[in-house]
């Protein structure tokens, strides 16, 4: 897999150490499959990166698949030789992947080629780069760092604000949950359906700390902060809903108990919010409370037990075809997660403060600070 980001100032520091480190993440979690046992994802840069810090060129970051050699006659790109019969060719679809849909709209008779790259194998490449872009976010001063809060029926309730104590917690969990009481249901739960061939979708939630006022804008749609959040977190495989702060809960409460009210922080001269309902985005903007998404992601649909279908060479009831699969792959998904956070803030970052060097944007968004305060501080009034 290989993955080119373009638009990275000159100066971002780049440590594969933690590059690594993150698509070392999203291969752990209590349920993945065999293919974790194979893959040990290690990421390779081919330009754009010296001694350590982005040059301003394009960065083109490559991910191996040590499993490729057991595929290489099948997935070749030259012709293959004459005689050559295809023993993988998927010719019955999955339900609820996008074998049959992909395979109607660009007409394959073997779907193994819309399987392959619609396979979520694919968000290696988004963790890499979404590792360059923390590197970016990390010298403004944005964290961002993701919790498991539901799989299948078992559902944590969270504790307000994140301190270092529960993201370590998060971090060293099978399940990325905080709570060791609600992540041994987890794992007791993803046990169950592991016994019963079945699998197990779930809720992660991402949080950025640090995040400037004034990104995105009120102005345009396509560059609301909220709705760019929403589309990359629905890009991930099997994520069908997102939500921002209060998301879907804001819609049985009355308005009272869901906007925040505006306060002056006490002994400065600044203002901010006394909750976060609104996930640190308001009208599209960032408010400069912590940006907070959640999305929900559906149960691995390759079952070991596998769903009804029809084979495409008769329209023959058959099985489903299967592939090697997760039980769960939600904490996977929270990692995911971040790295699409993370690349659509460090976008909107340098549309806002934008510059060739790290030290342009640095300058900007110091200007940005001291001007957003002029709109209360002209008046000169305490």
């Not at 193994?112 to 988004?126: C, G, I, K, M, P």
């Not at 995911?336 to 403060?353: S, Y």
Request: aromatic share 4%; proline share 4%.
């Amino acid at each position: 897999m290989t993955a080119i980001i373009e638009g990275l100032p000159a100066g971002v520091g780049v440590d594969l150490a933690a590059v690594n480190a993150d698509l070392a993440r999203r291969q752990k979690g209590y349920g993945r499959g065999g293919r974790m046992a194979i893959e040990r994802d290690r990421a390779q840069v081919f330009g754009g990166v010296r001694h350590g810090a982005s040059t301003g060129a394009p960065v083109a970051l490559t991910i191996a698949n040590r499993d490729w050699e057991n595929w290489s006659d099948e997935m070749s790109v030259a012709p293959p030789a004459e005689g050559w019969v295809s023993e993988r060719e998927v010719r019955t679809p999955r339900p609820g992947h996008a074998d049959l849909a992909g395979g109607m709209k660009y007409r394959h008779r073997d779907m193994r080629n819309v399987l392959e790259r619609a396979s979520a194998r694919e968000t290696a490449a988004r963790v890499g780069i979404g590792a360059l872009c923390r590197g970016l976010l990390t010298m403004t001063g944005v964290t961002v760092h993701s919790v498991v809060t539901a799989i299948g029926a078992v559902s944590w309730a969270g504790s307000g604000e994140w301190d270092e104590g529960l993201i370590a917690a998060a971090d060293s969990s099978e399940v990325s949950c905080p709570d060791e009481r609600t992540a041994g249901a987890m794992r007791q739960a993803i046990d169950a359906a592991r016994q019963a061939g079945d699998s197990l979708g779930g809720v992660f939630e991402v949080r950025a700390h640090g995040v400037p006022t004034g990104l995105g804008s009120h102005v345009f749609w396509d560059r609301r902060l909220d709705s760019r959040l929403a589309a990359a977190l629905m890009s991930i495989p099997a994520i069908k809903g997102v939500e921002c702060g209060l998301g879907f809960e804001a819609a049985g409460l009355p308005g009272s108990q869901v906007h925040d009210p505006i306060v002056r922080v006490e002994g400065q001269r600044v203002v901010g919010r006394s909750s976060n309902n609104a996930g640190g985005l308001e009208g599209g903007i960032s408010n400069g409370e912590a940006v907070v998404v959640r999305a929900a992601m559906k149960p691995i649909p390759t079952l070991v037990t596998a769903l009804p279908s029809v084979c495409l060479d008769d329209l023959s009831a058959r099985a489903a075809h299967a592939e090697r699969s997760d039980v769960c792959a939600v904490p996977a998904a929270a990692v995911v997660g971040e790295a699409m956070v993370c690349f659509v803030l460090a976008d909107a970052m340098l549309e806002k403060f934008g510059g060739d060097h790290m030290d342009d944007v640095l300058a900007a968004m110091a200007a940005h600070a001291s001007g957003a305060k002029s709109i209360w501080e002209s008046s000169g009034r305490a």
